[in-house]
């Protein structure tokens, strides 16, 4: 955030005039990062920055949901521990307080009375000096990657502790995963330069977030395994029960969760976040009748989600690396941009079935086509011209699942 002068980072100059800096210094919340040790990177929303040696923190927060995450590092900057990554919602003039930790190396929560004690000194500007303002020019970007995410939501999944970490997954790190792309991404995570000083951030065995479970084939007994077939290449049935049973009917919350599994996933380096985000996707691009009839408004609003994520995600201007000490922002890795990955078989049989519909929602036609475009520009992928062979390959998860009618 700053580098080693005094002088903030440049990302961090905004041009505000006196009257507008005052309005957000009233409605901004502050969060106050004490003791955080120089060189540790330390990111909120889209943007990460290395910490200089007066840091204290950030002020002119918006109000709503954020992602504060960071990764601490050695005493040169050189080496740096997986990322921690934690979800708040602030509120107009709040002041949330963490303190660094030095045998954990990590942020700790203060008592009651210490973080009213430190917020009275931050509103009579005690640390005013030592605070970076938010990045407003990025504001807009984090708000199309979060407009579902509601405080009910992240209190509903984040783990006990409320930090999420690579590095509390061994688990799921060390098993075998099913794809290649998840395969390259687990190495990643293993081998990368935030987990190159990979040591454990809690010694006692904790869970992870409280993700919604989604199957990914439909297995019921009692019907006939043409019945059973149709549930599995149509999983209309199977997100209707997921909406009532999980979200009490209401659209939004499916999508305030995907939002936080790819924001966990993107900032946080979560594989299991991946995971859920994966699986969240691929149960909706697997629907038929719903985007047609019954679900048209949420897939429109699903769409949206998955352009603003994918158009984020895999911005081509990528700045400098991670770890220099001015702003950057946090991006796919290139290991995405194979062609075997689940997300182009998915989306090539969904954009078949929309652009090909008679009668399909004007809106969803149009974000439909939207996506198809920015994953043929972006990424380089041909959904005019791939066969079915092209789509799933041997062993492949998500190809149609096909009863044996021959078995008892």
């Not at 949330?96 to 509103?123: C, F, M, N, P």
Request: proline residues 5%.
């Amino acid at each position: 955030m700053e580098g080693e002068s005094e002088k903030p980072s440049p990302t961090f100059n905004l041009k505000l005039d006196p009257e507008a800096a005052g309005e957000l210094v009233k409605r901004g919340s502050t969060l106050l990062l004490l003791d955080v040790p120089q060189f540790t990177l330390m990111g909120i929303d889209t943007q990460m920055f290395s910490v200089g040696p007066i840091f204290k923190g950030i002020k002119m927060i918006p109000p709503g949901p954020h992602f504060v995450y960071y990764s601490s590092s050695d005493k040169d900057g050189s080496e740096f521990s997986p990322i921690i990554g934690f979800f708040i919602v602030s509120n107009p003039a709040e002041v949330i307080v963490r303190k660094w930790h030095q045998q954990e190396e990590r942020l700790v929560k203060l008592s009651e009375d210490e973080e009213k004690r430190y917020g009275e000194a931050v509103t009579n500007l005690e640390f005013d000096r030592q605070l970076g303002p938010y990045p407003l020019e990025h504001y807009g970007e984090w708000k199309r990657l979060s407009n579902y995410l509601s405080k009910e939501t992240i209190e509903r999944i984040e783990p006990i502790g409320g930090d999420i970490s690579v590095a509390c997954e061994t688990e799921l790190v060390d098993s075998c995963p099913k794809t290649t792309m998840e395969k390259r991404l687990t190495e990643q995570l293993k081998h990368s330069k935030f987990s190159a000083r990979s040591k454990p951030i809690e010694k006692h065995k904790r869970r992870g977030c409280y993700y919604t479970t989604v199957p990914n084939t439909i297995k019921q007994k009692g019907i006939s395994g043409e019945e059973l077939t149709s549930m599995n290449l149509d999983k209309t049935q199977l997100l209707e029960t997921i909406l009532m049973k999980n979200f009490g009917g209401q659209e939004d919350l499916i999508l305030g969760e995907l939002q936080f599994a790819f924001i966990a996933f993107l900032m946080g380096q979560s594989l299991e976040a991946f995971l859920q985000w994966k699986a969240l996707v691929s149960l909706l691009f697997s629907c038929i009748q719903a985007p047609l009839h019954t679900r048209s408004q949420l897939f429109t609003k699903f769409i949206k989600v998955i352009y603003y994520q994918i158009k984020h995600g895999f911005h081509k201007d990528r700045g400098e690396p991670i770890g220099l000490k001015k702003g950057t922002s946090v991006f796919l890795e290139e290991s995405w941009l194979s062609d075997d990955i689940f997300l182009r078989r998915l989306c090539k049989e969904y954009f078949s079935l929309i652009l090909e519909a008679t009668v399909v929602d004007g809106d969803l036609l149009s974000w439909t086509r939207k996506l198809r475009d920015l994953l043929e520009t972006t990424l380089g992928w041909d959904f005019r011209n791939s066969t079915a062979d092209d789509i799933y390959g041997e062993d492949d998860e998500f190809a149609p699942v096909v009863e044996d009618m021959m078995e008892e």
